[in-house]
């Protein structure tokens, strides 16, 4: 009798509303400090998720690699071990050559420009690009543009020739400082002041804010304000998971993401701008910028790189890139 009552009594719960109901619980794993403007827009994406979905989600942020490190979140994520994962486009290459196209070398003229291709079709496309490997993207995320430095003047391409730049782990960077005589080094972040100290390496190429938190203003005392390339973020999902939530529950996540890539990319533009004046600042450092006729003559020794990689990449989004620096915000 009494092992009938608690099967009845367990029937019970598992048919009430709560259990029928149950929140769905998301992982978002990151790897970088809550201060950071990734940090603030994942806490921004919590709230905005658990206010227009009240009581049907709960969102769990794990910042600091607290869950994966930065070499385990893809994997963590294909494996349904987490939700949500924001890696630095970089990091997709393996899976899509397309991805490429942020790493192309004077392609976009600056940050509004990278924001209209981000918004386009083709832009919006390449987050679906991933699909078939089980990855959808929700979102872009700006970390910021980069800019080049070195201890010498960099106005004209020439100027680089002979130099040797640290790079990420990137074919495309490596070859863009070969097409200009220079010589790429890659190597870790952590290694870059040390390696611009001692002398390893002549110059490198970061956003301000990279350059600024790592001191690089102490080891360089030329900055050219190029916009040359992208460091920016994917916000991805596991695509199995999200194909199987409720559509309003997709709607609700969607709407967050959104709020919260207004705040990534708000607080990313800032800091990069306070960085850049306070680099500005540092006595025996100029920042150079380049005229019309120089960046165009840096956009031509470009090409060959960008004709290096169209096969990957697709010539039609390369396309699709150029035409978002002529467009116009609606």
Do not use: C
């Not at 543009?145 to 020739?161: E, F, G, R, T, Y």
């Not at 005229?291 to 165009?296: E, F, L, P, T, V």
């Amino acid at each position: 009798m009494r092992n009938w009552l608690i099967v009845t009594a367990l029937a019970a719960v598992l048919a009430s509303p709560v259990a029928a109901n149950a929140q769905t619980v998301i992982k978002f794993s990151h790897v970088v400090a809550e201060n950071t403007p990734k940090g603030q827009a994942a806490l921004k994406f919590k709230e905005e998720a658990e206010k227009l979905l009240p009581g049907k989600v709960k969102v769990e942020v794990y910042p600091n690699s607290q869950l994966f490190g930065d070499a385990k979140e893809m994997e963590a994520l294909a494996l349904g071990d987490v939700h949500i994962i924001a890696p630095s486009l970089s990091k997709f290459d393996r899976y899509t050559k397309q991805i490429q196209l942020f790493d192309l070398p004077f392609l976009f003229d600056d940050t509004a420009a990278v924001d209209r291709f981000q918004s386009s079709p083709e832009g919006k496309k390449l987050l679906r690009s991933m699909e078939g490997k089980g990855f959808i993207g929700l979102a872009y995320w700006h970390n910021g543009s980069k800019q080049l430095s070195a201890n010498k003047p960099l106005i004209v391409p020439a100027d680089a020739k002979g130099l040797k730049f640290r790079v990420q782990a990137s074919d495309v960077l490596a070859a863009q400082f070969q097409t200009l005589g220079a010589v790429p080094q890659k190597m870790a972040f952590a290694e870059v002041y040390q390696a611009l100290q001692v002398g390893t390496v002549d110059g490198q190429e970061n956003t301000w804010s990279n350059a600024y938190s790592q001191k690089y203003q102490e080891v360089q005392k030329h900055f050219t304000e190029s916009n040359h390339g992208v460091i920016d973020y994917m916000v991805v999902v596991n695509a199995q998971w999200w194909n199987s939530l409720p559509k309003d529950i997709q709607e609700g996540l969607e709407k967050a993401m959104a709020a919260a890539t207004k705040v990534n990319n708000e607080i990313a533009d800032k800091l990069n701008e306070d960085a850049k004046q306070k680099i500005a600042a540092t006595s025996g450092v100029t920042i150079h910028q380049l005229n019309a006729d120089q960046r165009g003559q840096w956009k031509t020794a470009m090409e060959p790189v960008w004709k290096k990689f169209e096969g990957d990449i697709g010539k039609d989004l390369i396309q699709a890139a150029l035409k978002a620096n002529g467009a116009k915000t609606n």
